[in-house]
């Protein structure tokens, strides 16, 4: 007797909140195909409507690609492309809005890849966020958390934000108000903190020195005999593990370009290297390294980008390998550099120069915004549904960079045998010049 009533406990703890409300739910083409009156119940993970003699609907947060209000109605647009209207909430709108909120930020916590360590939370702030024409896109009251990498801005109404702290190019602190500017142009403005403003303010600060010392140290144990001047310029192209162009680092010390190849060496993928090397635009080639913050990775990781490309020869491709210093890399992965079908049509090797740089800039953007994990990028639709990768669904479709990487995704090459390996990068280099098609991908040699 005791047994069951602790599952019943246990089933009623499930129920965070509930409240009778309308609803009605419309197909993709806007057909209403369920409506009436329910129980609104909102539970950790998900929520669920139970009508009266009417079938019951159940939604999981991962589910829920937007949540949208007006004139004291809810919309949720979903995976499946309904709509779902939820209204005559009465006194309850309000806590019911905040509620489902917080429930599924906290669900994006998790599936945007940010399980970091936090460093400071339960602030309340007001904040303003400008997009990068200075267009208001959110604002509010707000939570703002800090991590180990990156601020993480939870609205009380709406979706988070995630500002890693290498993209931030400018931090003002006047009159009790922080203002953040991104490397991409983007505001956020926090405010009205009371005495929680000079704690967070000193916890950012300390954060971001921290992760800047980690980045000097790792280039100063390369480069034991290098000023400090050089170490610091050098750590502004290669914050928090992001790529840095061959020119860009030898702009600074020629010899540390060299020290990142016998890394790679260290890695054992200094054979692949080199093949890939052989074939780039070397200038454009980018090499970045990182420690520790990688989930169950530990010690160094390093990465590189190579772009294969020119104007008459086989290309529009950009080589990515990433491996930890304790192991050699087990795949090759590539991408387009831009259409298949405009490739053969540019005429000056400059405009496929300013396309690599862009490309650069969008890579490290979605690799930091997945912790460097590479799964979310290669693997096709039909995998996300397997149970244990269906956290990065999530993540896709609310990253804009990373949807773009699996679009331009042509497939990746297992390493086998050194000949294998290299047989099949030049016929994955010829299938993507010689189909039009953009949405074809390479399979041969390492499958997807």
Not at 10 to 31: H, K, P, V
Not at 313 to 340: P, Q
Not at 377 to 401: C, G, M, S, T, V
Not at 439 to 446: A, D, F, H, I, Q
């Amino acid at each position: 007797m005791n047994e069951k009533n602790e599952k019943k406990e246990e089933n009623e703890e499930t129920t965070i909140m509930e409240c009778l409300a309308g609803y009605f739910l419309s197909d993709e083409a806007g057909q209403i195909t369920a409506k009436g009156n329910a129980l609104v119940k909102l539970a950790k993970e998900n929520i669920s409507l139970l009508p009266k003699f009417g079938e019951p609907l159940f939604i999981s947060f991962r589910d829920i690609l937007e949540i949208t209000e007006g004139d004291y109605k809810i919309y949720l647009t979903l995976t499946s492309r309904e709509k779902l209207t939820i209204f005559e909430l009465g006194y309850k709108y309000e806590d019911f809005l905040r509620v489902l909120s917080r429930l599924r930020n906290e669900i994006i916590l998790k599936d945007m890849l940010m399980q970091e360590t936090l460093k400071k939370s339960s602030v309340e702030a007001e904040f303003v966020y400008l997009d990068e024409s200075g267009n208001e896109k959110q604002k509010g009251k707000c939570e703002p958390r800090l991590y180990e990498t990156a601020i993480v801005v939870i609205p009380e109404k709406g979706e988070l934000v995630r500002i890693p702290y290498s993209d931030i190019s400018e931090i003002q602190d006047k009159d009790f108000a922080l203002t953040i500017t991104t490397e991409f142009g983007e505001k956020f403005v926090f405010s009205k903190m009371g005495k929680q403003f000079d704690p967070l303010a000193k916890t950012l600060s300390d954060s971001m020195n921290e992760l800047a010392l980690k980045v000097q140290s790792s280039l100063k144990e390369l480069l034991p005999k290098a000023d400090p001047l050089v170490i610091r310029r050098a750590a502004r192209f290669m914050k928090e593990g992001k790529v840095a162009r061959r020119s860009d680092i030898e702009s600074v010390s020629p010899k540390l370009w060299q020290e990142l190849e016998k890394k790679l060496e260290a890695a054992g993928i200094k054979e692949e290297y080199d093949f890939l090397k052989s074939l780039a635009q070397k200038e454009k080639m980018c090499i970045g390294l990182k420690r520790g913050l990688l989930g169950d990775l530990t010690g160094e990781y390093i990465w590189f980008l190579i772009p294969i490309y020119a104007l008459r020869d086989a290309g529009n491709a950009v080589a990515m390998e990433a491996t930890s210093t304790e192991g050699g890399g087990k795949a090759t992965y590539f991408f387009r550099i831009v259409s298949r079908k405009d490739y053969p049509n540019f005429k000056n090797i400059e405009d496929l120069h300013k396309e690599i740089d862009n490309f650069i800039k969008r890579m490290n953007r979605a690799m930091l915004a997945i912790n460097f994990r590479r799964e979310p990028i290669y693997l096709p639709d039909e995998r996300l549904e397997e149970p244990q990768y269906q956290k990065y669904k999530f993540a896709i479709a609310k990253i804009p960079a990373l949807r773009e990487l699996r679009e331009l995704f042509i497939g990746r090459v297992i390493h086998r045998t050194p000949e294998q390996w290299k047989n099949d990068v030049m016929d994955l280099l010829k299938f993507n010049v010689t189909t039009t098609d953009n949405n074809l991908k390479y399979e041969k040699g390492g499958g997807l």
